[in-house]
């Protein structure tokens, strides 16, 4: 079955530090699609990023960049120089393709990131 | 991506009353979802809203206490119905095709008291 996990419930670090937050996914098909969203104190998700199964680039924008590998079913997410600012809860989620007539996606538990100034 | 609004934004409720919270989409998409994330919690999938058929509920909700309408392309409602406490929470409306990112609504939250 699909599934998500997000161990780090909370990670807290000092701004400018580089932090990574976890993501190890589940599925059975071959073709998927991975996602991260964040979501700030206001409460709106933000949509970051888009990765399907056959493209294991690793995606770099600005500060934050994603690093994709099939062979550890991770789909990990590093942001550099951290700011106040990056302050939020951030959620992995996971669609397979095969679900196209029902189509959902599978979120993991979240990682909540404090940034102390 | 499409620019998605949630009325009302927040809302405190009495026991045993109904709220119906609006969705409304400046374009037209295919596929509507709703949510409920708990406090501290992950999103949960209430049920998938296409134009022109019933909504598709998942495990745990049903029509009768979440009745959703989706009368065109543009735009849906979500019902929580008979409401307790338990029904607290923030509920999101999104967007999205198949394989592709869905976008979502700034949220409604609820307190019943």
């Known amino acids: 079955a699909q599934k998500v996990t997000q161990a780090q419930t909370e990670i807290s670090v000092v701004e400018k530090e580089d932090v990574t937050l976890d993501c190890v996914y589940e599925t059975r098909d071959t073709t998927y699609y991975l996602f991260w969203y964040k979501q700030p104190p206001s409460g709106e998700l933000v949509f970051l990023i888009r990765r399907n199964s056959f493209d294991e680039q690793n995606e770099i924008s600005g500060r934050y960049s994603w690093n994709f590998q099939k062979s550890t079913s991770s789909f990990n997410f590093t942001i550099t120089a951290s700011q106040v600012v990056d302050s939020a809860v951030y959620f992995c989620a996971l669609s397979e393709a095969f679900l196209d007539s029902n189509y959902q996606l599978i979120w993991g538990a979240g990682t909540k990131l404090i940034i102390k100034p | 991506s499409a620019v998605i609004s949630q009325k009302p934004s927040r809302d405190i409720c009495q026991r045993g009353t109904s709220l119906t919270i609006q969705c409304q989409v400046d374009s037209q998409v295919t596929m509507m979802f709703w949510y409920r994330q708990q406090p501290g919690q992950s999103l949960t999938l209430i049920a998938t809203a296409n134009q022109g058929s019933e909504a598709t509920y998942e495990s745990g909700f049903v029509i009768d206490k979440f009745p959703i309408s989706r009368p065109n392309l543009t735009f849906s409602t979500l019902t929580v119905s008979n409401m307790s406490p338990e029904d607290s929470s923030i509920y999101l409306c999104?967007?999205?095709?198949?394989?592709?990112?869905?976008?979502f609504g700034p949220g409604t939250r609820l307190t019943v008291l």
């Open positions: 999104s967007v999205g095709e198949p394989r592709n990112e869905q976008f």
